[in-house]
């Protein structure tokens, strides 16, 4: 009893908003709808490995070529050959190929779970190859899957999107579900810009015009991408040392400006940066782009500092939130994309409340038709189950959605099923002339063996669904797993107390089943 008033104490929380004057401390919890009761986007995004083996053989050669320096040995050529996931070095001398293949192996590393090289280093001739293994590769792109939803439960937490959605599909792709979301470009936009900030010095003594200096990348302007600028490939400070940044007005200008700070590794290299390069220009880039290119005035040592670029309120906002949770790893693709209205959310959950009450009032009128008294006590017991399936799932944040209301639906129908299994018995052994008392014990006791085992076989197979299945029929599997488990508990305990009451409280000479 004491479990049935918990139930419904935890169920209330559903039928209304919270009280102003219930204190902070006491727990209100709520299923939340899904995005096809409520309405929201459904988006399915892509990860782009191609730039992340691009990335990973950029920073490689870059690696070569520092190694290749500080052991003295001269080269003709070094560049990336990403259709065999390899950088190639022409050595000058042949002679230097045993010494270039122990200097390049110090890049070697190992993977700290496997064990396995994440570099192979050979040479052939004049040639050294620096060789990324398919093994390496494949984890990699695990590791960018998992990163991405990291960074995408970051952003998204961030703008105020409650209850989303965000799973794995595949290898290379990801399933987002917004529901209830009023700006869908605003979010689209937030999980599509991969964010990547980097600082980069412009190079002085690069002439205008197409052609690019050796060393040298050419960014558009984001302000213009008409315009381009000549920045040193070679990153003075990475993105990756941003420690917070917060969207702000400038105080001379009133502009709006995004106030960024460093962590001890970024402030100590923006410090040496702006201190050798005083009067030059230093390039804020976003993505490929750039944002601005000030003059270094002075030395900047603080670890802070302030990007101004014609923001508005709401870009300033979105900047600071995506430089906040961090870059991804490579770029995100929207492979596909859908919007459920709030019309069509209010029409599923009608058709679904719809049924769902349909098939309650139908499993009720047939138990007590078909059984009685004993009947009812099942529908006592079942209506009771519905009520301690709702509580559980509002403590759990459940969120439901229309796969989940076909699981309640369903146990409905394995709910009264044990009672049907328990009342057959108690009538057979009525028929067998046994007395109420004996043969509702010996009903019970012997329908017992049968229900455990059909409700622990489909309990096991739900839970195989709650693992391997995409996220509606992880819904569908979840209900019917707590409906498992609260049928188990009304339909034996609670009915066979309920029974034992009214025998108590009757002591009947005939049984009404």
Same mark, same amino acid.
């Given at each position: 009893? !004491?479990?049935?008033?918990?139930? *419904?104490?935890l169920?209330?929380p559903?039928?209304?908003?919270?009280?102003?004057?219930?204190?902070?401390?006491?727990?209100?919890?709520?299923?939340?709808?899904? @995005?096809?009761?409520?309405?929201?986007s459904?988006?399915?995004?892509?990860?782009?490995?191609?730039s &992340?083996?691009?990335q990973e053989? =950029?920073?490689? &050669?870059?690696?070569?070529?520092?190694?290749?320096?500080g052991?003295?040995?001269?080269y003709?050529?070094l560049?990336a050959?990403p259709?065999?996931?390899?950088?190639?070095?022409?050595?000058? =001398?042949?002679?230097?190929?045993s010494?270039?293949?122990? $200097?390049l192996?110090?890049?070697?590393?190992?993977?700290?779970?496997?064990?396995?090289?994440?570099?192979?280093?050979?040479t052939?001739?004049?040639?050294?190859?620096?060789?990324?293994?398919?093994?390496?590769l494949i984890?990699r792109?695990?590791q960018?899957?998992?990163?991405?939803i990291?960074?995408?439960?970051r952003?998204?937490?961030a703008?105020?999107?409650l209850?989303?959605? *965000?799973?794995r599909?595949?290898?290379?792709?990801?399933?987002?579900?917004?529901?209830?979301?009023?700006?869908?470009?605003?979010?689209?936009?937030?999980?599509?810009?991969?964010?990547? /900030?980097?600082?980069?010095?412009?190079?002085?003594?690069?002439?205008?015009?197409?052609?690019?200096?050796l060393?040298?990348?050419? !960014?558009?302007? $984001?302000?213009?991408?008409?315009?381009? /600028?000549d920045v040193?490939?070679?990153?003075?400070? +990475?993105? #990756?040392? @941003?420690?917070?940044?917060?969207?702000?007005?400038?105080?001379?200008?009133?502009?709006?400006?995004?106030?960024?700070?460093?962590?001890s590794?970024g #402030?100590?290299?923006?410090a040496?940066?702006?201190?050798?390069?005083?009067?030059?220009l230093f $390039?804020?880039?976003?993505?490929?782009?750039i944002?601005?290119?000030?003059?270094?005035q002075?030395?900047?040592?603080?670890?802070?500092?302030?990007?101004?670029?014609?923001f508005?309120?709401?870009? $300033?906002?979105n900047l600071?939130?995506?430089?906040?949770?961090?870059? %991804?790893?490579a770029?995100?693709?929207?492979?596909?994309e859908?919007?459920?209205?709030p019309e069509l959310?209010?029409?599923?959950?009608? +058709?679904?409340a719809?049924?769902?009450g349909?098939g309650?009032?139908?499993? %009720?009128?047939?138990?007590?038709?078909f059984?009685?008294?004993?009947?009812?006590f099942?529908?006592?017991?079942?209506?009771?189950?519905?009520?301690?399936?709702?509580?559980?799932l509002?403590?759990?944040?459940?969120?439901?959605? !229309?796969?989940?209301?076909?699981?309640? @639906?369903?146990?409905?129908?394995? #709910?009264?099923?044990?009672?049907?299994?328990?009342?057959?018995?108690?009538?057979?052994?009525?028929?067998?002339?046994?007395?109420?008392l004996?043969?509702l014990?010996?009903?019970?006791?012997?329908?017992?063996?049968?229900i455990?085992?059909?409700?622990?076989?489909? @309990?096991?197979?739900?839970?195989?669904?709650?693992?391997?299945?995409s996220?509606?029929?992880?819904?569908?599997?979840?209900?019917?797993?707590?409906g498992?488990?609260?049928?188990?508990?009304?339909?034996? &305990? %609670?009915?066979?107390l309920?029974?034992?009451?009214?025998?108590?409280?009757?002591?009947?000479?005939?049984?009404?089943?």
């Open positions: 009893m !004491l479990l049935c008033a918990l139930g *419904i104490l169920s209330l559903n039928l209304a908003t919270r009280p102003g004057g219930l204190p902070s401390f006491l727990p209100w919890t709520q299923v939340h709808l899904g @995005l096809d009761l409520r309405g929201g459904y988006l399915l995004l892509q990860i782009d490995f191609a &992340v083996e691009k053989l =950029n920073s490689l &050669v870059d690696q070569a070529r520092q190694s290749m320096r052991a003295g040995l001269g003709t050529e560049h050959d259709a065999n996931h390899r950088v190639e070095v022409s050595l000058l =001398n042949a002679g230097d190929a010494a270039a293949q122990a $200097a192996g110090k890049l070697v590393t190992y993977n700290p779970n496997s064990g396995l090289a994440e570099l192979d280093v050979t052939a001739g004049t040639t050294a190859y620096l060789t990324i293994p398919q093994t390496a984890a792109e695990s960018a899957v998992q990163q991405s990291t960074i995408i439960q952003r998204i937490d703008s105020g999107v209850n989303p959605t *965000i799973a599909q595949g290898t290379d792709e990801i399933v987002v579900q917004l529901p209830g979301i009023s700006d869908p470009e605003r979010i689209r936009t937030l999980i599509g810009t991969t964010a990547h /900030m980097t600082f980069q010095m412009v190079d002085p003594n690069a002439a205008p015009g197409p052609n690019v200096p060393g040298d990348e050419q !960014l558009p302007m $984001a302000s213009d991408p008409t315009q381009t /600028m040193f490939s070679n990153v003075a400070v +990475d993105g #990756a040392s @941003l420690e917070d940044a917060q969207a702000s007005t400038d105080p001379q200008t009133g502009q709006w400006v995004v106030n960024f700070t460093l962590n590794v #402030a100590r290299e923006f040496d940066v702006t201190t050798a390069n005083v009067g030059k $390039a804020i880039v976003l993505d490929g782009k944002i601005e290119a000030p003059v270094i002075e030395p900047i040592t603080g670890g802070s500092g302030m990007i101004n670029g014609n508005t309120a709401q870009s $300033a906002t600071a939130l995506l430089l906040r949770a961090g870059a %991804l790893p770029p995100l693709n929207i492979v596909e859908q919007s459920v209205g959310g209010a029409d599923a959950i009608r +058709d679904g719809l049924s769902l349909a309650f009032i139908l499993v %009720l009128c047939f138990m007590g038709l059984y009685g008294l004993f009947g009812w099942a529908n006592v017991a079942l209506v009771m189950n519905l009520v301690i399936m709702l509580a559980i509002s403590a759990m944040g459940a969120t439901l959605t !229309l796969p989940g209301m076909a699981g309640i @639906l369903l146990t409905l129908g394995m #709910a009264v099923d044990a009672n049907v299994l328990i009342n057959e018995r108690v009538r057979e052994e009525v028929k067998a002339g046994r007395k109420p004996a043969a014990e010996a009903g019970y006791k012997r329908a017992y063996g049968t455990i085992d059909s409700n622990v076989t489909t @309990l096991l197979a739900h839970i195989t669904l709650f693992i391997f299945g996220p509606p029929v992880r819904g569908f599997a979840v209900t019917i797993c707590v498992i488990v609260t049928t188990m508990f009304t339909a034996t &305990v %609670l009915v066979r309920i029974t034992s009451r009214w025998y108590t409280a009757r002591r009947p000479s005939s049984l009404p089943v």
